[in-house]
């Protein structure tokens, strides 16, 4: 079983800056893609930013330009610095792993939360 561990969630002011750090640990497998996904009011949760395991990343509109995705490939670690953070990038965030145990065999993984509070 992989287990997904977030960390650096904190509050801070408008303008301010937060790092994130994600570790998926314990998989037998390799880990593809990574990302972040924040947790919406409603339950929705949606990409924030993805890497895969080729160094490729993609972000949300709203974050392109602000937020950095990086990757340590061989210890399947990511983590975001989040610049520039708005009032509007506040809720929980949350690290998802993609184990890759066969040619289209794909599992998720999902960590439990980090919380990021932006704040005058």
């Known amino acids: 079983q992989v287990q997904v561990v977030e960390s650096g969630g904190g509050s801070v002011q408008p303008g301010g800056s937060l790092r994130l750090s994600c570790a998926a640990s314990g998989s037998k497998f390799s880990i593809y893609g990574m990302g972040w996904y924040r947790q919406y009011v409603g339950n929705r949760r949606e990409m924030v930013a993805t890497?895969?395991?080729?160094?490729?990343?993609d972000y949300a509109d709203p974050v392109k330009g602000r937020f950095t995705i990086s990757r340590d490939i061989g210890k399947n670690t990511i983590a975001l610095q989040m610049n520039n953070l708005k009032p509007e990038d506040t809720g929980v965030y949350y690290c998802r792993a993609e184990e890759v145990r066969r040619v289209a065999e794909v599992f998720e993984y999902w960590g439990q939360g980090t919380h990021v509070t932006v704040s005058s």
């Open positions: 890497i895969t395991s080729g160094g490729s990343p």
